[in-house]
């Protein structure tokens, strides 16, 4: 027999292929769901009057409770002999005169806000 007329050859690219599909509709399946549960939260977010652009950090599936938990941000890196707004970090001075002009900045967009 030639490679391509093998039985089993064909038929485990069948079963590949019977795989491949079911993975397939089960991720459909998982994106509609999804597509519903978000569509319910937005309809309690409607009954509550929240803002539906500024999405709650976590709600609950069954919408009992909003939750709008500040996290902590982790700071910018600023690793040694790196530029950052011209100023090239060398020690901790540098490091901290840096420090100070991005917190300048990030207030000066926060009060744009």
């Known amino acids: 027999m030639s490679k391509k007329n093998n039985r089993k050859l ?3 690219a069948h079963q590949y292929a019977l795989r491949k599909e079911k993975e397939e509709r089960e ?9 519903k549960q978000n569509e319910e939260t937005l ?8 803002d539906s652009n500024r999405k709650p950090k976590a709600v609950s599936k069954l919408g009992a409770t909003v939750s709008n938990k500040k996290t902590k941000r982790k700071g910018v890196r600023l690793r040694k ?3 950052v707004r011209g100023i090239k970090i060398k020690d901790a001075e540098s490091k901290k005169r840096v420090k100070e002009i991005l917190a300048a900045e990030e207030t000066m967009r926060d009060m744009a806000e």
């Open 27 to 35: 991720k459909q399946q998982k994106k509609i769901e999804r597509k």
């Open 43 to 50: 309809n309690i977010m409607k009954k509550l009057e929240i």
């Open 81 to 83: 002999n790196t530029v």
């Open 10 to 12: 064909r038929h485990q």
